[in-house]
């Protein structure tokens, strides 16, 4: 029997390989040269906007939020067709999160329900990059109209996407991305924080660390000796180890063939999926090219589910992202609501990721398909009986 084809999956090459060995034979495991190195090869995808690395996607997003001085008393617009991290990082700062709904068609979030949110106690308001495909930052920088809050990217499915030709990094004040195995690119566990304004990366960096104040003229009592540090604002140890770095440094060297892959794969998939009934395929903006990260169907006439466990019995992984994050029971809890939400909750009704991955050969991919047209076909035999 042919093991289950993955919704996601990382690509690792023996030059990756060697790559991390050669870390390990060295002298710096972590906070060595291989960290500012991957950070400078980062900031040739980013549009030169600086990066610094951290441990994984959710704490970017927590970095990112304390680097944007979210505290309590501080509101923080989210869309809810994401990841949980990208809400609960800001509540973990003792924010509180206003949802607001996404686009009918790319299921970010939607410009004019992010004004409709926003207040003077709005500090961030969070786009997501859902499945590779840009939000649309010049509406949601209008958005934010007279109010002093900042525009965060959750870009973890997105590096290397742009935007009317502006790259991912360049077009938000803070963005995040993830290099969990099943992203665009991975170190295993990893991630990044991006900014275009040296302040705002230089207090990210400072929280990364554990909030260590190095430089001798921003120390309060400078003349302790040379073994003296401070903390002048609380941190965390978020730190990406020179390991890791290296990785992501192998692996960014194929980032642009990784994306020319799921390019091709997409392709395939609207073109072989085009006329067949009961499901809608992703849509796409004039202004957008995505990095596509997933391949998201909808799959109409409330038969998601039965279509997610025929696949899933025919081998094929198939995902689904994201339950809407004010449903999980610790949103529920503080009193978010079900219906508050109404484009994304109906989206999360029907949809479905198939496989995109740069390893899919093009005969899985058309085995996915087949199936996907066999699951399809299998119910509308049942219900015409
Ligand atoms: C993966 C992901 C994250 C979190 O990244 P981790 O590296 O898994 O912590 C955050 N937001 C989105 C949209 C993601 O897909």
């Avoid at 993955?6 to 060697?18: F, K, L, N, Q, W």
């Avoid at 934010?144 to 996407?161: M, R």
């Avoid at 025929?310 to 219906?339: K, S, T």
Wanted: aromatic share 8%.
């Amino acid at each position: 029997m042919t093991a289950m084809l993955p919704y996601g999956r990382h690509s690792v090459t023996e030059d990756d390989i060697a790559a991390v060995a050669g870390v390990l034979r060295g002298d710096w495991l972590t906070t060595g040269p291989q960290v500012e190195a991957f950070e400078a090869d980062l900031a040739a995808w980013t549009g030169g906007a600086g990066c610094a690395t951290v441990s994984n996607g959710t704490a970017a997003l927590h970095v990112a939020y304390a680097a944007a001085g979210v505290g309590p008393g501080d509101e923080v617009i989210v869309p809810p067709m994401t990841f949980v991290a990208t809400a609960s990082s800001a509540v973990a700062l003792g924010a509180k999160v206003v949802f607001a709904d996404v686009e009918e068609d790319t299921f970010t979030l939607d410009p004019a329900a992010a004004a409709a949110g926003t207040t003077s106690r709005t500090r961030v308001v969070s786009a997501v990059d859902y499945a590779g495909h840009p939000a649309d930052y010049d509406a949601l920088r209008a958005a934010l109209g007279g109010h002093d809050a900042l525009l965060l990217a959750d870009a973890a499915h997105s590096i290397g996407a742009s935007y009317k030709g502006r790259p991912v990094g360049s077009l938000a004040d803070l963005t995040t991305l993830s290099f969990f195995p099943t992203k665009n690119l991975t170190t295993a566990e990893g991630g990044a924080v991006v900014s275009p304004h040296p302040e705002l990366l230089k207090r990210a960096r400072r929280f990364r660390g554990v909030g260590v104040v190095r430089e001798r003229d921003e120390q309060r009592w400078p003349d302790e000796g040379g073994w003296h540090q401070e903390v002048h604002e609380f941190g965390l140890n978020y730190r990406l180890p020179d390991v890791l770095c290296a990785l992501g440094r192998s692996q960014l060297r194929r980032l642009g063939e990784f994306l020319t892959r799921r390019d091709h794969l997409v392709a395939r998939y609207d073109e072989a999926l085009a006329d067949l009934p009961g499901i809608r395929l992703p849509g796409r903006r004039a202004w957008a090219r995505p990095a596509w990260h997933l391949y998201p169907i909808r799959v109409l006439d409330g038969r998601r589910r039965e279509v997610y466990d025929r696949m899933r019995a025919a081998g094929i992984g198939v995902q689904v992202n994201y339950i809407p994050v004010h449903w999980h029971p610790a949103f529920a809890d503080l009193g978010y609501r079900r219906g508050s939400c109404p484009v994304a909750e109906s989206f999360y009704s029907q949809q479905l990721s198939l496989p995109l991955y740069p390893g899919l050969s093009d005969a899985d991919q058309d085995r996915v398909i087949d199936a996907l047209a066999t699951a399809l076909r299998a119910g509308s035999v049942r219900s015409a009986a």
